[in-house]
């Protein structure tokens, strides 16, 4: 019940294309559910995070999409870039991000020219 | 501000040694959690501070793993004795008590040989 599920655990998209990644979750206690961006040789950097009281945030070309009823939680990225090539995490917390994240096992995102 | 240090960046040691791990979070974040991210995996919890106190070590391997954060700044993660199933990277996170996200270290690529 504490498993964050990720997929797809590859993807390739075309510079200037949506990526989209997708999270399903068991634990109707989560309230809060962040995405990472890790880069080879670097720690996870938060890119954007999403409460249960709404149903899409959007940060400049990042956007998480999230189904309460479904217990599911997307990120797209708008207009692909090669810089965005990097390992996503989704993952979840209880108590508003005050406790341990559990991460989904990544997604490897590669933009082609 | 700076980010959160860890040292050193690489070890690699043989089976049945001992380890150590440093960690100094960014300055004011009461709370520090180290982080087990095996390759391919998402990052596991294995312990969580709250200033010198566990929250959470549920997922610590109290046989083998200790860590302690003194004075409720910097923190040391030790492994004794080290198995082969150890090797992965360890990753030192901060945050401060608003749930706003953590800052994770650059982490320890610990290989047992």
Redesign the interface.
Known sequence: QQQ?K?SPQSLIVQKGGISIINCAYENTAFD?F?W?QQFP??????LI?IRPDVSEKKEGRFTISFNKSAKQFSLHIMDSQPGDSATY?C?A?I???????T????TRLTIIP | EAGVAQSPRYKIIEKRQSVAFWCNPISGHATLYWYQQILGQGPKLLIQFQNNGVVDDSQLPKDRFSAERLKGVDSTLKIQPAKLEDSAVYLCASSLLTGDGYTFGSGTRLTVV
């Open positions: 964050v990720q809060y962040p990472y040789g670097k720690g996870p950097a938060l995070a995490f993952a917390s108590n508003f991000g005050n406790e341990k994240l991460f989904g096992t990544g």
